[in-house]
């Protein structure tokens, strides 16, 4: 069995705007939506984008799972916004999941 394990120093990640930029440009049009409404008030304004914990956890979170589904060739760099908006899903509870049919097999 295999096992996939990433570390991210989110902590550490300070985007310039036009990496930020970039970063958006390789997810579903619908996760860069939803993550373009996240705010968060601190002294007496509001972080938004890059400046907000969420957005960048969030944004993370979904590149790391394209990278996942690249390196793991159930996606194509070519066609990847598309076939990740087939791919990934969000549960009831707003969690993202990978909806994919995998066939496995073994033999001994």
Same mark, same amino acid.
Request: hydrophobic fraction near 40%; glycine fraction near 4%; include cysteine.
């Given at each position: 069995?295999?096992c996939?394990?990433?570390?991210?120093?989110?902590?550490e990640w300070?985007?310039k705007e036009?990496?930020w *930029?970039?970063c958006l440009e390789?997810?579903?049009?619908?996760? /860069? %939506?939803?993550?373009?409404?996240?705010? +968060?008030?601190?002294k !007496?304004e509001w972080?938004?984008?890059r400046?907000n914990?969420?957005?960048k956890?969030?944004?993370?979170?979904?590149?790391?799972?394209?990278?996942f589904?690249? *390196?793991n060739?159930?996606?194509?760099?070519?066609?990847?916004? /598309? %076939?990740?908006?087939e791919?990934?899903s +969000?549960?009831?509870? !707003?969690?993202?999941?990978i909806?994919v049919?995998?066939?496995?097999?073994?033999?001994?």
């Amino acid at each position: 069995m295999s096992c996939v394990r990433w570390a991210f120093r989110f902590s550490e990640w300070n985007p310039k705007e036009n990496e930020w *930029n970039q970063c958006l440009e390789c997810i579903e049009l619908k996760e /860069k %939506e939803r993550i373009g409404k996240f705010k +968060r008030p601190n002294k !007496g304004e509001w972080l938004i984008g890059r400046f907000n914990s969420d957005a960048k956890s969030s944004l993370i979170g979904r590149l790391m799972l394209r990278l996942f589904l690249l *390196n793991n060739h159930f996606i194509r760099e070519s066609n990847a916004k /598309k %076939e990740m908006e087939e791919l990934l899903s +969000r549960s009831q509870y !707003g969690k993202p999941f990978i909806n994919v049919n995998l066939l496995l097999l073994a033999s001994h």
